[in-house]
T-cell receptor
Framework: EDKVVQSPLSLVVHEGDTVTLNCSYE??????LLWYKQEKKAPTFLFML????IEKKSGRLSSILDKKELFSILNITATQTGDSAVYLC???????????FGKGTKLTVNP | NAGVTQTPKFQVLKTGQSMTLQCAQD?????MSWYRQDPGMGLRLIHY???????DQGEVPNGYNVSRSTTEDFPLRLLSAAPSQTSVYFC?????????????FGPGTRLTVT
């Protein structure tokens, strides 16, 4: 059965800290992995990763994928209170349109 | 573009009632899906569609029906609501881009079944 594990489950930091969120997965014939940010509403798309070792970057957020070791990380530098959210990772299932979601990491950034 | 829209935003049903959650997208995406999100359970796939006229079951399809008569619309029907269907429901659509499918979510419908 496909499985996605995110760690830590929750994290509390101070503004300005750098955080690393982890996502490991056991998904057959995996092709891509997506990261989402969810505040008290719908998940918002952040990144799609398809190649190992190639970093994707958007402002203070960056992410990288290791297809051999089956994990991905999401880094957030110089955190702000607006980064407080649940971060979800989701590899695709068998290279299809279907995604398998992890339970998320809840990040709280205190001023 | 409005993106993915869902109606209603909130709904309260009594056990045994039926209703349809509406979902529409104006991005001409072929793939659409329905998820439910419950505390501690994450997002779980209910049904999905790879194009007009084609639907299939996801992880938790029991008690729900879908149809896809057009590319734009993908309604989710609750046949006989049960308290276990109290949840937040998200519709999503996706398109192929650079080696995978980017998926975008609607704003969600919060459903309570009493």
């Amino acid at each position: 059965e496909d499985k996605v594990v995110q760690s830590p489950l929750s994290l509390v930091v101070h503004e300005g800290d750098t955080v690393t969120l982890n996502c490991s997965y056991e998904v057959t014939n995996f092709r891509s992995l997506l990261w989402y940010k969810q505040e008290k509403k719908a998940p918002t798309f952040l990144f799609m990763l398809t190649s190992s070792g190639i970093e994707k970057k958007s402002g203070r957020l960056s992410s990288i994928l290791d297809k051999k070791e089956l994990f991905s990380i999401l880094n957030i530098t110089a955190t702000q209170t607006g980064d407080s959210a649940v971060y979800l990772c989701a590899p695709d299932q068998g290279g299809s349109e279907k995604l398998v979601f992890g339970k998320g990491t809840k990040l709280t950034v205190n001023p | 573009n409005a993106g993915v829209t869902q109606t209603p935003k909130f709904q309260v049903l009594k056990t045994g009632q039926s209703m349809t959650l509406q979902c529409a997208q104006d991005m001409n995406h072929e793939y659409m899906s329905w998820y439910r999100q419950d505390p501690g359970m994450g997002l779980r796939l209910i049904h999905y569609s790879v194009g007009a006229g084609i639907t299939d079951q996801g992880e938790v399809p029991n008690g729900y029906n879908v149809s896809r008569s057009t590319t734009e619309d993908f309604p989710l029907r609750l046949l006989s609501a049960a308290p276990s269907q109290t949840s937040v429901y998200f519709c999503a659509s996706s398109y192929y881009s650079g080696g995978g499918y980017e998926q975008y979510f609607g704003p969600g419908t919060r459903l309570t079944v009493t």
